[in-house]
């Protein structure tokens, strides 16, 4: 296996949460010094509500990002649920695609232990 370099190696010592449902607590995430700006979608937002901040948390991407070094991604639902299901397909319906790092995350948190179906580790399919 493959060690990557030192240069690619990152290190991340803050992180926040932004909830999609407040978009105007966006930019003063951006202003906090974190390492990491995760717009919330998932435990922060109660159900009746995440239809509202997916399309809120969604838009703050539709704007050109600063390479100011802060990490922006998104903390999508559980991918067993409707909600993820719904998570995933509104970001493969935007119109501006989201940055390297946004869509790396959520790859990554895509391909989790919690994308399986319950009981027997089998991969959900999305397509």
């Not at 190696?9 to 803050?14: A, D």
């Not at 999609?20 to 607590?25: D, H, Q, R, T, V």
């Not at 239809?51 to 600063?66: V, Y």
Request: aromatic share 6%.
């Amino acid at each position: 296996m493959q060690q990557p370099s030192e240069a690619s190696v990152q290190p991340r010592r803050s992180f926040i949460f932004s909830p999609g449902l407040k978009p105007e607590m966006y930019p003063k995430a951006l202003a906090s010094g974190a390492d990491i700006v995760c717009v919330e979608l998932e435990d922060g937002i109660a159900p009746k509500d995440k239809e509202a901040a997916r399309f809120a948390g969604l838009a703050l991407f539709e704007q050109p990002q600063a390479d100011d070094g802060t990490e922006r991604i998104v903390r999508i639902n559980c991918l067993r649920s409707a909600f993820g299901i719904a998570d995933v397909h509104a970001v493969l319906r935007s119109a501006s695609p989201p940055p390297a790092g946004w869509a790396g995350s959520l790859c990554s948190h895509a391909t989790s232990t919690s994308t399986t179906q319950p009981g027997n580790g089998t991969p959900l399919a999305l397509g």
